[in-house]
């Protein structure tokens, strides 16, 4: 803590110095020492009267008395005496410099001054300084007050403040911050000397700045206690430029000369991110309810046809075998076996897709051409006349993202354009364009297949929609779109009788989440 020294200042605000004489002018003597020394002594402030060498003239018994000295203790002392040690050996050069332009002033506005007892002991004070003609020189009058006790409170008020988990920054009538706490120190990433002084439009995005200016001057024409930014985003822009989300109070400092307000200011980032986490959570809730519902629609009415079937097909298998056509029975629980199964495998396909999101694990590198060619090595394996499978690959080999979610949209996407033929076309074909850049994966999955009529391309990724014959259990489209949502990825269709392209776009996996 800087300690300057004792020198000229401007008596204390709403404690002055009794007038001692005016400059004296023709009509009137001059006043004496004596003089001097009864205003002195009659006088309840704390005064001293200071030769233009420094030496003490003389002192009032409320200044000996404050310094610890006796009565007339500090009368042909150095004023350096009362000056503490680290600002002693520059004192006198002040002191020049006052007389050479003496002024009625305060000192060290905007520091901490010390002033130095006669048990060595320092003390906080304020002083004022008068300069006086006398004896044709120019003296000086000080006032010293001592202010212990005010700092006291001051330090009482800074760890009351600094005790608060909110930050708060009091700010004065030009918008400039004159006290912060510990709080408000944490939330800039800064030191209170780095924010002491600075406007608050600082700590407001530049688009805010110009008319925060307005909306501080309109605040201060009425000022009452409030909080800021109803039904709007409130931001904190460290120096650092990060944004914080906060809200604010603001209230008015009764007693004190201008308009400073206290600014109460909590960052809510964890809370936003619990809000948004809820809202994920209830919108993954909402989407997997439509999904159940959905699922007991089909059980009712999907499941339960095929199951009477399969009971049926058994019903005829139990009568055959009574009347010993064994061929008969044979066939009907062939049939009854076919049915069970494409069931079952339309049971699994709901699994499939209640589980999507939940196992896909962390992320990890995926080599896209290569896991291509495997998937279609799998779907065509049995096929005598499969599809001709061509690649196009721009940009890196591997991708980051989770493995699991983006093999099984390949696998259902290319499974689609393996199944769906157009008779009509001597030859079938299936293209797969990938371009990769350091964020975005973007793939075309075309096919020439018949295409997709106008009036179903709205549903198809909407489960057990089918638009064929033989198109399976109507839930892989279903399961791309659902992977493709928790990635954050995007797809579009565009479709005619010439065959069908998927266009895909999925952003690489930012961290070991995937988002609900």
């Known amino acids: 803590m800087q300690t300057p020294e004792i020198g000229p200042s401007a008596p204390v605000a709403g404690r002055p ?18 003089q001097y020394r009864l ?66 002033r305060r000192m060290g506005a905007g520091r901490d001054l010390f002033a130095v007892k006669a048990d060595g002991s320092l003390f ?55 006290l912060v706490n510990r709080a408000a120190c944490t939330l800039a990433g800064a030191t209170e000397d780095e924010m002491l002084g600075r406007t608050v439009e600082t700590f407001l995005p530049p688009a805010l700045r110009k008319a925060h200016a307005v909306f501080r001057n309109s605040f201060a024409a009425a000022a009452e206690a409030r909080t800021m930014g109803a039904n709007r985003d409130l931001v904190f822009l460290r ?118 999101g939940q196992t896909e694990g962390a992320p990890g590198d995926v080599h896209l051409e290569r896991a291509a060619r495997d998937i279609w090595q799998d779907l065509t394996a049995s096929q005598a006349e499969p599809p001709v499978l061509t690649i196009q690959s721009l940009g890196s080999e591997t991708f980051h993202t989770h493995p699991q979610a983006l093999l099984t949209i390949l696998e259902n996407l290319l499974s689609n354009a393996c199944r769906f033929r157009d008779p009509a076309k001597p030859d079938h ?16 999955i075309s096919d020439n297949g018949p295409g997709i009529a106008p009036e179903d391309l709205p549903h198809i990724f909407s489960m057990f929609k089918r638009f064929a014959a033989d198109a399976g259990h109507g839930l892989g489209l279903a399961i791309v779109h659902k992977h493709l949502r928790r990635l954050g990825g995007q797809i579009d269709v565009e479709s005619s009788p010439e065959g069908t392209d998927f266009h895909l776009t999925i952003p690489a996996a930012p961290s070991t989440e995937v988002r609900p």
């Open 124 to 178: 906080p004070v304020e002083i004022g300084l008068e300069p006086l003609r006398l004896e044709g020189e120019t003296w000086v009058l000080a006032t010293v007050l001592d202010i212990s006790e005010r700092k006291a409170g001051e330090r009482r008020l800074r760890d009351a403040l600094d005790s608060s988990a909110s930050a708060m920054l009091m700010v004065d009538e030009t918008g400039r911050l004159i």
């Open 239 to 356: 120096p650092d430029g990060r944004e914080v989300p906060v809200e604010i109070g603001l209230t008015p400092i009764a007693g004190q000369p201008g308009t400073q307000v206290m600014a109460t200011i909590v960052d809510i980032t964890d809370r936003l991110a619990h809000d948004a986490a809820i809202t994920e959570r209830n919108t993954a809730l909402s989407e997997l309810n439509a999904e159940l519902a959905q699922f007991a629609y089909s059980a009712s009415h999907d499941l339960k046809a095929p199951l009477s079937t399969i009971a049926g097909l058994l019903e005829l298998a139990l009568e055959d075998l009574s009347a010993g056509a064994e061929e008969e029975c044979r066939r009907a629980i062939s049939e009854a076996l076919k049915s069970a199964r494409r069931n079952a495998a339309k049971v699994e396909a709901v699994l499939a897709l209640a589980r999507a």
């Open 39 to 104: 205003a002195l002594d009659l006088s309840p402030t704390p005064l001293l009267l200071c030769r233009p060498d420094g030496e003490i003239a003389m002192a009032n018994t409320h200044m000996t008395s404050l310094f610890g000295y006796p009565t007339h203790g500090l009368d042909g002392q150095r004023i350096e005496t009362l000056v503490p040690d680290a600002a002693r050996s520059q004192h006198p050069q002040q002191r020049a410099a006052f007389l050479y332009r003496p002024a009625k």
């Open 429 to 444: 074909w299936v293209n797969l364009r990938i371009e990769t850049s350091e964020d975005t994966l973007n793939m075309i």
């Open 17 to 34: 110095p009794p007038r001692l004489s005016s400059a004296p002018t023709e009509a009137a003597e001059p006043p004496t020492l004596a």
